[in-house]
């Protein structure tokens, strides 16, 4: 089981901006780790991801252009830049790897867009 904590959320304005942090274990490996997201009465959704091994990164629709992921490896930590932020961002995020692993599924970060 992975040990994963996400941080940096808050309440924007729409049109700000907002940067999600996931430490992770040094001791696991695994392939790819993304970011995740689950908004009120909806699905839980993949954003991003970022490969391990080339640090190759994947987009969905909703979020291609204005969100960018990367890593820290000597911090053990993935980032989640956020820009161009919208109301129908607001969701608690989450970090998890690709494919998630059920068990390691953190408490999130609340991010809520509103003016």
């Known amino acids: 089981q992975l040990q994963l904590v996400e941080s940096g959320g808050g309440l924007v304005q729409p049109g700000g901006s907002l940067r999600l942090s996931c430490g992770f274990s040094?001791?696991?490996?695994?392939?790819?780790i993304g970011w995740f997201r689950q908004a009120p009465g909806k699905e839980r959704e993949g954003l991003s991801c970022?490969?391990?091994?080339?640090?190759?990164?994947t987009y969905a629709d909703s979020v291609k252009g204005r969100f960018t992921i990367s890593r820290d490896n000597a911090k053990n930590t993935v980032y989640l830049q956020m820009n161009s932020l919208k109301p129908e961002d607001t969701a608690v995020y989450y970090c998890n790897t690709v494919p998630p692993d059920f068990g390691s599924w953190g408490q999130g970060t609340q991010v809520t867009v509103s003016s």
């Open positions: 040094a001791s696991n490996y695994f392939h790819a």
């Open positions: 970022i490969n391990s091994s080339d640090d190759s990164t």
